[in-house]
């Protein structure tokens, strides 16, 4: 079946420091991707959608300059929390859809701490 | 989509039966009924969907009654590894992928040995 690999799979950085999260879709491609957060004991909240080769289209609230977005391949994405802050710790989701894939297919997540 | 309604929590023994009711009264007549299930600290999986008619694979049934008001998922035999966030999503196209999954806050399955 379709797999959707993200790493890590968990890190902490130092407040001030920018983290990237990757998300690859291994044996599918993925036209779309998806980027969510979830703090504990809460929903997956979407922030943004991504086409690959274009700008991606974030939620309201999300700021666009702190989380980078890139989707610059059918087979990888990536999330780049910039000047991360305590308040950025979060478990960070991706989910990928596309051709030769049913439905949607979630990455197994990366839970940053920023310290 | 469709607004759906959930119980916040679930207790079921292990080797029984969990069923996991969803209400989506406003369901449109060309939205499907999804399943996900999240377990901790993993991202969600699949389980499951239908539009109307009664749905099961490897891992659940899915019940959707006539009206498709509401729909049960069945987890026929719950092991302690089923213990997990279950989320019932409605949303219509299930084959199209160039719009997110909206999540609700689910209902938390508790699986006791």
């Known amino acids: 079946g379709a797999v959707v690999s993200q790493h890590p799979s968990w890190v902490i950085c130092k407040s001030g420091t920018s983290v990237k999260i990757e998300c690859r879709s291994l044996?599918?491609?993925?036209?779309?991707m998806f980027w969510y957060r979830q703090f504990p004991k809460q929903s997956l909240m979407l922030m943004a959608t991504?086409?690959?080769?274009?700008?991606?289209?974030?939620e309201q609230g999300v700021e666009k300059d702190k989380f980078l977005i890139n989707h610059a391949s059918l087979t990888l994405s990536t999330l780049t929390v910039t000047s991360a802050h305590p308040e950025d710790s979060s478990f960070y989701i991706c989910s990928a859809s596309g051709q030769g894939n049913y439905g949607y297919t979630f990455g197994s997540g990366t839970r940053l701490t920023v310290v | 989509d469709a607004k759906t309604t959930q119980p916040t929590s679930m207790d079921c023994a292990e080797g029984r039966a969990a069923n996991l009711p969803c209400n989506h009264s406003?369901?449109?007549?060309?939205?499907?009924v999804y399943w996900y299930r999240q377990i901790h600290s993993q991202g969600p999986q699949y389980i499951i969907h239908g539009l109307k008619n009664n749905e099961t694979n490897e891992m659940a049934s899915l019940i959707i009654t006539e009206d498709r008001k509401s729909s049960t998922l069945i987890l026929p035999h719950a092991t302690l590894r089923d213990t997990a966030v279950y989320y019932c999503?409605?949303?219509?196209?299930?084959?199209?992928?160039?719009?997110?999954?909206?999540f609700g806050k689910g209902t938390r399955l508790s699986v006791i040995a």
């Open positions: 406003t369901i449109s007549g060309n939205e499907y």
């Open positions: 044996d599918f491609q993925a036209t779309t």
């Open positions: 999503i409605v949303r219509v196209d299930p084959f199209s992928g160039n719009t997110p999954l909206v």
């Open positions: 991504s086409n690959e080769g274009s700008k991606a289209t974030y």
